[in-house]
Antibody
Framework: EVQLVESGGGLVQPGGFLKLSCAGSGFAFAGYWIHWVRQAPGQGLVWMSQVSPDGHTATYADSVRGRITVSRDTAKNTVSLEVNSLSAEDSAVYYC??????????WGQGILVTVSS | QSALSQPPSVSGSPGQTVTISCTGTSSDIGSSHSVSWYQQPPGTVPKLMLYEFSIRPSGVPDRFSGSKSGNTASLTISGLQAEDEADYYCSSHTTSGTYVFGTGTKVTVL
């Protein structure tokens, strides 16, 4: 069974730093682009970033470029998302998703991040 | 990159047909390899319903169909059922190598 599991969310301080992880199992993780998508409470989906199968190429949305970094540990089948200079606008459920035919066929359950003092 | 434009809501009675539009630009839908569509009932994870404009993944009913014309893609649900009530999002790859989602459409079954 294909699974993607996010971890590392919770309550973080404004101006702080966040690191989320996405662990994949049940498929050839090393063969897929992995993406991050977030959804603020009651709002729509927003694409954030993708990382290539070999981890050498990362692409970022204009809205977050410069504040986020995506990396990949091919040995551990994990992808990490780091976000700095957090503000309330970064409060959201963060999903990792498997790239498929210019879309996403499997999604993690999502992890909630709340930015508040 | 601005979000693709979708109507906030559409509704229909069971058995009817509804269509959701997704309007972008020549930098996304107009030049994209693929537009995909996602269904998200409240409190759930998005589910892929269509990719490459009109291809259904295994398990998606053939009541769901898609098309593209110019800078606009469309999702049509034929024979609307109560279980189709959800938010629907389109998404497109862009010429800058990023992706963009639509604003989302709430489908209500009357």
């Amino acid at each position: 069974e294909v699974q993607l599991v996010e971890s590392g969310g919770g309550l973080v301080q404004p101006g702080g730093f966040l690191k989320l992880s996405c662990a994949g199992s049940g498929f050839a993780f090393a063969g897929y682009w992995i993406h991050w998508v977030r959804q603020a409470p009651g709002q729509g989906l927003v694409w954030m970033s993708q990382v290539s199968p070999d981890g050498h190429t990362a692409t970022y949305a204009d809205s977050v470029r410069g504040r986020i970094t995506v990396s990949r540990d091919t040995a551990k089948n994990t992808v990490s998302l780091e976000v700095n200079s957090l503000s309330a606008e970064d409060s959201a459920v963060y999903y990792c998703a498997r790239g498929y035919q210019w879309g996403w066929d499997y999604w993690g359950q999502g992890i909630l991040v709340t930015v508040s003092s | 990159q601005s979000a693709l434009s979708q109507p906030p809501s559409v509704s229909g009675s069971p058995g009817q047909t509804v269509t959701i539009s997704c309007t972008g630009t020549s930098s996304d839908i107009g030049s994209s390899h693929s537009v995909s569509w996602y269904q998200q009932p409240p409190g759930t994870v998005p589910k892929l319903m269509l990719y490459e404009f009109s291809i259904r993944p295994s398990g998606v009913p053939d009541r769901f169909s898609g098309s593209k014309s110019g800078n606009t893609a469309s999702l049509t649900i034929s024979g609307l059922q109560a279980e189709d009530e959800a938010d629907y999002y389109c998404s497109s790859h862009t010429t800058s190598g990023t992706y963009v989602f639509g604003t989302g459409t709430k489908v209500t079954v009357l």
